[in-house]
């Protein structure tokens, strides 16, 4: 009922915190090059991390003090508090060289605070076209940057991973456009548009990403029979076109194409190739946290543990040395080292719990901001990433409470 007396032109509060939190990720970079550019000029320059600094502040100083619903306010600023406090003790109680103050004040600024985002917004009050129109201004935005940098030597596939999973939600939400809307042409154009420049990037994560997404939405609006039909009809239909001599000669003539112009034909090769299941690298770094967890199934180790355990780890597989340490890129196997099988299996099956519940008992309408959140903050990290720097995460966390409170209360 709110929504349809709010005026169509105008941006919510609500509107707002999600505009912020899918698509400012996307084009801060642009922005930010913008400002210095500026500032230059009179002699001023600060890091793209105060800037984001600066931005999130004042969104989160903005949602607090224009928040209506006390009792959510406070609940969700004692769990950022606990949050904070968790990180505070680790900070103090490790020794190690990854958890330096930058990192916490990162983890404080741009990731614990989207939580508070995430709690404070309530989706029922969301406008579904101004988030689909501010997502097709997003995706043209970042094509643009793209082909003006695509002859750059300097961008890496790890660049490529990092730049899809910021475009993702952008393709999400046109997507979801073709589930509610009426009229679906031009989200069918961009929709294929956006697809295809996600798989430009070569990486594999974000294109599962989608189909999970697509798989989530169809069961959302068709129940479970239905849905496990189409989806099975989808996935024979598509294995068979793609088995096909003729596809496939096709496909190889594509991914030559793709990399004539400077993009990465990476994941239709590896499709062509059988190898999308191959780990990438990622067994040396699984194995190695295994063994030690393996010994030592009940020690609570903290935050960023994984990164410590593969410090100087050499994967001769792939010629790859980890100087710094990495992370787990495995959600599963990073709670696991970082807090021990006990506390770490409580809290993987806390979240299971809370991610199946909001899935199933959030309404059909605006289910697409559930899923996407599902779906970039979660399915994600079981691929790559880690928890400890996914502001999705944090702002899926965040909308469970919201929606948990919010039920207790129209109780």
């Given at each position: 009922m709110y929504a349809k007396t709010e005026s169509k032109n105008r941006i919510t509060k609500d509107t707002f915190i999600l505009l912020m939190g899918l698509f400012y990720p996307a084009i801060h970079n642009y922005i930010w090059r913008i400002i210095v550019a500026i500032t230059g000029s009179v002699g001023f320059y600060f890091t793209i991390e105060t800037f984001d600094a600066i931005v999130w502040i004042l969104v989160i100083g903005y949602i607090?003090?224009?928040?209506?619903k006390p009792t959510i306010s406070v609940k969700a600023l004692m769990i950022s508090l606990l949050f904070i406090s968790i990180t505070l003790l680790c900070f103090v109680l490790t020794d190690y060289e990854y958890f330096s103050v930058s990192v916490l004040f990162a983890l404080l600024i741009g990731t614990f605070s989207f939580f508070i985002q995430g709690s404070f917004v309530n989706i029922k009050r969301v406008s579904h076209k101004q988030l689909y129109i501010a997502a097709i201004i997003t995706l043209i935005i970042s094509i643009l940057y793209s082909v003006?940098?695509?002859?750059?030597k300097e961008i890496s596939l790890e660049d490529n991973m990092d730049f899809a999973y910021k475009v993702l939600p952008s393709v999400l939400?046109?997507?979801?456009?073709?589930?509610?809307?009426?009229?679906?042409?031009l989200a069918i154009?961009?929709?294929?548009?956006?697809?295809?420049?996600?798989l430009l990037q070569g990486t594999r994560g974000p294109l599962l990403c989608l189909a999970c997404f697509v798989c989530l939405m169809i069961y959302k609006k068709q129940g479970m029979g239905k849905s496990f039909?189409?989806?099975g009809a989808i996935?024979?239909?598509?294995?068979?076109?793609?088995?096909?001599?003729?596809?496939?000669l096709k496909l190889v003539e594509l991914t030559e194409k793709i990399d004539s112009v400077g993009y990465s034909s990476r994941f239709i090769t590896m499709m062509l190739e059988g190898e999308l299941s191959d780990s990438n690298g990622r067994e040396a770094i699984q194995e190695t946290l295994l063994e030690e967890i393996k010994d030592n199934p009940f020690?609570?180790?903290?935050?960023?543990?994984?990164?410590?355990?593969?410090?100087?780890?050499?994967?001769?597989?792939?010629?790859n040395k980890y100087e710094k340490g990495t992370y787990a890129h495995s959600l599963w196997i990073e709670i696991i080292y970082d807090w021990g099988v006990l506390f770490g299996g409580i809290i993987l099956i806390a979240l299971f719990f809370v991610v199946c519940k909001i899935v199933?008992?959030?309404?059909?309408?605006?289910a697409y901001i559930v899923i996407l959140f599902v779906c970039t903050g979660f399915i994600h990290l079981f691929l790559s990433g880690s928890y400890l720097q996914s502001a999705p995460f944090y702002f899926l966390m965040g909308i469970a409470v919201n929606y948990q409170i919010r039920n207790k209360l129209n109780a």
């Open positions: 607090v003090l224009t928040s209506r003006y940098s695509v002859d750059s939400i046109i997507f979801s456009w073709l589930f509610t809307a009426q009229k679906k042409k154009v961009f929709s294929v548009i956006g697809t295809f420049f996600l039909f189409k989806v996935t024979l239909v598509t294995v068979l076109m793609i088995s096909s001599p003729v596809v496939q020690q609570i180790r903290g935050m960023f543990a994984d990164r410590q355990a593969t410090r100087g780890l050499v994967d001769t597989d792939y010629n199933v008992k959030s309404d059909s309408d605006d």
